[in-house]
């Protein structure tokens, strides 16, 4: 993941991430490592029409799942943080 960071997402640093964000990363980017990417830059640097553009065009077929039942992007945004904060595997 790395060498992706380094080449799409250089402002990036991989190495003072917590723990929890690495796993979202690869939870949001299960089938699609881009996905889990674009969404850990949004966690970053982005607001709400680089997320709107996010889960409409770049999403895997893992974050449509995440998404469908969602009625408004506060909800998305809620459930990502949430997840970006705690890690996904948590009890």
């Known amino acids: 993941m ?23 990363i690869f939870f949001y980017g299960q089938q699609d ?3 889990g990417l674009l969404i850990m830059n949004w966690d970053h640097f982005g607001g709400d029409d680089e997320l ?4 409409a065009i770049d999403s ?7 998404f469908v039942d969602y009625g408004n992007l506060d909800q998305v945004k809620h ?3 949430d997840v ?8």
Do not use: C, H, Y
């Open 79 to 81: 459930d990502l943080i």
């Open 52 to 55: 709107r553009e996010i889960l």
């Open 60 to 66: 895997s077929s893992v974050g449509v799942k995440l």
């Open 33 to 35: 490592i881009r996905f």
């Open 84 to 91: 970006w904060s705690n890690g996904p595997f948590e009890d």
């Open 2 to 24: 790395q060498p992706l960071i380094t080449k799409f997402f250089p402002s990036i640093q991989m190495s003072k991430l917590p723990d929890e964000e690495v796993q979202a």
